[in-house]
Each structure stands twice: as structure tokens, then as C-alpha cells.
């Protein structure tokens, strides 16, 4: 029997495609994220989800245990090239099957990739473009991470560089999608406000690194300066939780640069102006989910146990949600909020290692 051809062209996506991608798909695939990108006013939400799912997806290649990291590094740049366009449907079916998901969601986002490309394509021109360069760079991230792991980043510098392409570069392109869709930023200083939401991707990634760190040392990765650890006398495989004194001048270290990038999230939050209020929570609840979680892991004694991963729980989010309505309204009332956070991270940085 003849095989059928394969496709050739992308048909438009339907309003059912649509509407599943960027609802369904994007809460299995990002739980807390969902809750911000739901925030964000309409014309904005579509090219954020969207770059995020893109850039999701290029992440399941990326991570694909089953391939050598040689193959997921051709694969991943092959998903690269299908970005900057035009797409291939044979190509895509392609990547589909060689790449594995971890999760049922993942599956749901790989099999939608057709749809996915051909909203991209459905894009105004100026988003296409935005969403296109960011999930380039967030590529290139995803590339460093294949070609420098198992192993360790070497220096201060090399994190930087790593906070900055997979997460720093985000708030670039939030900025400009905000200002681009929203009328009441459009007299905002870019130049001023790029630098902080750049600042502001690093917190967050920074965060994710120092919650993360025994899991991800236990897959090889270790985000840490390897020189810093050499100066506490240990190496990459020795951050266990009978050595969290120890490595404590560097942990302290990193906690205290991601406090300084909150402290420029927190300026980025403040210049939304009070009556784009879905904006400032879709802003603000980043920033309290990551300060939360930093009060966490200075007080936990197992930070470096991989059997116990330091997270912030339903119940504060739930009461989260609920208080920062008032919170962004009231400038006054979000500061205590914040210097609240900020002293208890302080307190646990001063009293050392629990």
C-alpha cells in the first residue's frame, strides 16, 4: 500500500486549536506561569503563551534521555531552524517522534506543534518577529547547557551568561510586548525599564538554580562557579547537605545577588501604573513566589538533600492571590510586603546554616 505524502504547508489554526493550545496545554505544561500569563490583558497574552510554548517545546528536545547529547543537539537546533521559518510540517512530525515527554502534557504540546507554528505564522508581523528572536535566545541557552554538561560553569561570569539567556531575555521581550500592546506604557524610558526586566529574569532563574540544586546535581549540572566551591574546598559533587556549612559563603553569595535583582524587579513593578492592575499582579506574583521561596531555602537544613525539594505551598499562594489585589493597589501596603520578605531572607543569611 502506498504511503500517504507528507504534508507540505501549514493550514490556519482553528479557533479550537487555538484556544486549547493556549489554555489547556499551557496549565499542563506551566501551572504557575498559567496564573500570570492569565493576568496579562489580551493583546499581550498570545505572544507571551505562545513564545513560552515554543520555548517549552524546544526544551522537551533538549532534555530527551533516550538521545545521545549529540543527536539532541542537532535535533534542538533543527527545532531552531523551524522557528526562524518557514516552518516544515515533515520536519516537525520528525522532532515529534524523536523527542520523549516526560509528562502527558509535554505529549499534548509536541502533538500541537502544527498548530502552534501555524499560530506563530498567524502573528502580526511585529510579534512574529519578538517571538522568534526570543525563543532563538532561549535556544542558544538550551545549547549551552548541552554543550557544557555533565559538568560544572566555571565562573561568575558563566552564570551570568546563563541567567541572562534563559531568563534575563524574557524580560526584554515582556517589555516590549507591553509596551507594544499596552497604551499606558508607550511614554516608559525603554532603555531603563529592558535593564530591569533583564534584572528581573535573572532573579527568577537565579531562585530556580538555588531550589534546584540538588536535582540538578544529580543530573550532572552543576550552575554554581566551580571556582567558588573550590575556594570553600569542595567540588560540584560534594554540595550534600552534610556540607550545606561549608558551602554556605557561596549559597549566601548567590542569594544576595538574586535579592539585588529582585530589588530591580521590585522598580519594574512599581513603574506599571496603578490602573493596569492585571499587569502589576501578573508582575507581582513572580516576584512574592520568589521571595517566598528564597525565605524557604535560608531556613531549610535540607536545601542540598535531593530527597526534600524546598518549595512554596498551595496554601500561601492561595492566600497570595487573595492579598496582593490590595497589595498592588496600595503602594504603601506592597513595600511592608516586600521588606517583609526581604528582612526574613536577611535573618536566615545572618544566622548561617540551620
Known sequence: MPMPPEPTAFEGVTREDRDRLLTDILREVSRAFYLTLRALPGGVREP?????LLARAADTVADTPTLEPKVRLRCLLEFRDQVEGPPSPAVLQRLQREAQAETSGEEALLSAL???????????????VEVRRIVRVLI????MDLVTFPGALAEAADLDEYTWLVAGCVGEFWTRETMAHIRALRDWDVQRMVALGCRFGKALQLTNILRDLPRDLRAGRCYLPAGE????????????????????????RWVRVALGHFQAAEDYARAIPLRCLRLRLAVLWPILIGL????????????LDPACRVKVRRPWIYRMLVFSVPAALCPPLLGLWLRRL?????????????
Do not use: K
Open 48 to 52: 507571551v503563551a505562545l513564545a513560552y
Open 342 to 354: 526581604h528582612r526574613r531572607i536577611e535573618e536566615g543569611l545572618h544566622r548561617g546554616p540551620p
Open 292 to 303: 517566598q521561596t528564597l525565605v524557604l531555602l535560608v531556613r531549610s537544613p535540607r536545601w
Open 114 to 128: 502544527p498548530a502552534a507554528f501555524a499560530l506563530l505564522e498567524d502573528l502580526e508581523t511585529s510579534d512574529r
Open 140 to 143: 542558544r541557552g538550551m545549547e
Open 229 to 252: 566551591l573550590l575556594a570553600c574546598g569542595l567540588a560540584p559533587h560534594e554540595l550534600v547537605s552534610e556540607n550545606l556549612a561549608r558551602a554556605w559563603p557561596v549559597l549566601e
